[in-house]
């Protein structure tokens, strides 16, 4: 049946009787205008399927959403046809009808179903009025419902459907209000990271103290691999496994906040790589993975970024290296991933002793020696003083690049160089390996700042080579402290190792 025959017979029908054949002709109109959104009858289905959907989830904050605008139609080309099947609505009675359905409870509890609290409903009813009221001319579908209403043939709940198509054209986002529900679901970490949960990882954790073998054990093993990272809490301790890498003829970047070193002329990404804990992939697939100093995911500071790590690196094994006390922690956390952590345990491999005397004079020194200060202007002097008794030292602080830290201390390292006195502050814990045979701590240490267990676990880091085997001793430079000090700031300086 076409168009205009259908409007024919609509406008030859009774009053009365037009109502009755509204499904008949609303049938004809499908061909032509489509079908009509929803449900033209009731709608206590649609709050069934919404409230299931919604899942009595605590609705999200909406003072953000910004209701977009839509324009009223204009004169169509075609003509008002929701007219010629019906009647022209009078604005009056359609106003009525729309108050009447905002004032209703179901409507705005079956609104709130659907994302829309009292604050949008509100907003997106009176764009839904001004559109109405000042519409030229109406789509069919919603036409023919006003015109039902007015005539008491529907009810006014039909409108729902209606309205709420209008209220997802102002609010896009209740189209994805579901999506937008579990992006934003945060309460499960491990779920951040799909593409780990997508495969069995075999987590093995390295424990022991400094100079225990623990590191060397992972890295041997992240050498061996076909691919794999190696995630450091410093750059000169990533910086350092990328020159032992490629100096085992194993292909490796770098990867720090501050640089990205490719080994390929032509940028091809290598399979290995060293970085910097924060700029780990979690995307990219490994064979071997190393989390080094685990124990610093207790860090207030950065202890995300070795969470982030841990839960979220797709290694199919991945070798943690730190202190015991971070066990308890991890297993825990692998937990929620349903991985098991098997763990190595490690002994020091040379003993450390604390004296119970000063080395009184710089005139004591011997090759191998190490003077530890807290400032800038103390590693001026000592090494003054070391340098007018004929003594050659090296430098090392904080504030110096890390291409200087690590010269400095090849220098000292290097059994053929006259260097053999090493003047630094606590930075010779941050990742340097260091071949020490004796440890002064200056005088002023009372006047030491508190510092974190993290920063002391950072300050341990000084490590020899592995094979190195003699005892360490650690004393005072002047000052005869009482016993239990040394003790307390031998553990909080650094622990020190020999040739």
């Not at 440890?439 to 880091?461: A, D, H, M, W």
């Amino acid at each position: 049946m076409s168009l205009p025959r259908c409007a024919l017979l609509w406008a030859r029908l009774p009053a009365g009787r037009q109502a009755g054949h509204r499904a008949a002709v609303c049938s004809a109109l499908r061909a032509h205008t489509g079908p009509f959104p929803g449900a033209l009858g009731r709608v206590p289905a649609i709050a069934c399927a919404s409230s299931s959907a919604s899942g009595g989830s605590k609705a999200p904050n909406t003072s953000l959403f910004v209701p977009l605008t839509v324009k009223p139609q204009g004169p169509s080309a075609d003509g008002d046809v929701g007219a010629e099947l019906t009647r022209p609505l009078d604005k009056n009675e359609v106003k009525k009808v729309l108050d009447k359905f905002y004032k209703r409870k179901e409507i705005q509890k079956l609104s709130a179903d659907y994302g829309l609290d009292a604050r949008l409903f509100h907003q997106a009813f009176i764009s839904f009025r001004n559109y109405i009221m000042q519409s030229h001319s109406l789509d069919v579908d919603i036409h023919i419902i006003l015109n039902d209403i007015c005539f008491s043939a529907a009810h006014v709940d039909d409108l729902f459907p209606f309205f709420l198509r209008h209220a997802k054209q102002i609010f896009p986002v209740l189209e994805c209000k579901d999506d937008l529900r579990k992006i934003s679901d945060l309460r499960i970490p491990p779920n951040w990271y799909p593409e780990a949960r997508a495969i069995h990882r075999k987590i093995i954790f390295h424990s022991g103290p400094t100079n225990s073998g623990k590191t060397y054990h992972a890295i041997q093993k992240y050498l061996s691999a076909k691919s794999g990272v190696y995630c450091g809490p410093l750059k000169l301790l990533a910086h350092e496994i990328f020159e032992k890498s490629n100096a085992a003829g194993v292909p490796c970047d770098l990867v720090t906040g501050e640089e990205r070193v490719s080994v390929d002329p032509d940028g091809k990404q290598a399979a290995h790589v060293a970085c910097t804990v924060e700029m780990c992939s979690v995307t990219t697939p490994y064979e071997v993975a190393v989390i080094d100093e685990i124990q610093m995911i207790k860090d207030p500071a950065r202890g995300w970024a070795w969470t982030r790590a841990l839960l979220g690196l797709c290694a199919e094994e991945i070798h943690l290296c730190g202190e015991s006390a971070a066990i308890d922690m991890v297993t825990e956390l692998m937990y929620t991933t349903g991985e098991d952590v098997e763990v190595r345990t490690y002994k020091r491999l040379t003993p450390i002793s604390v004296l119970d005397h000063a080395l009184e004079s710089l005139d004591n020194l011997r090759p191998g020696d190490c003077i530890v200060c807290f400032s800038k202007n103390d590693i001026y002097s000592v090494s003054r003083q070391i340098e007018i008794r004929g003594l050659e030292s090296a430098v090392i602080y904080g504030s110096l690049p890390p291409g200087t830290k690590l010269a400095q201390a090849k220098k000292f390292n290097d059994p053929d160089d006259p260097c053999k006195i090493l003047v630094a502050t606590d930075a010779i814990g941050m990742g340097l390996n260091l071949q020490l045979v004796f440890i002064q701590l200056l005088n002023r240490l009372k006047c030491l700042p508190t510092i974190s267990l993290t920063q002391r676990f950072l300050i341990s880091l000084v490590d020899p080579a592995y094979s190195v085997k003699s005892p360490s001793e650690v004393c005072f430079l002047h000052s005869p402290y009482q016993q239990e000090a040394a003790f307390r700031l031998f553990f909080i300086v650094a622990v020190c190792q020999t040739v």
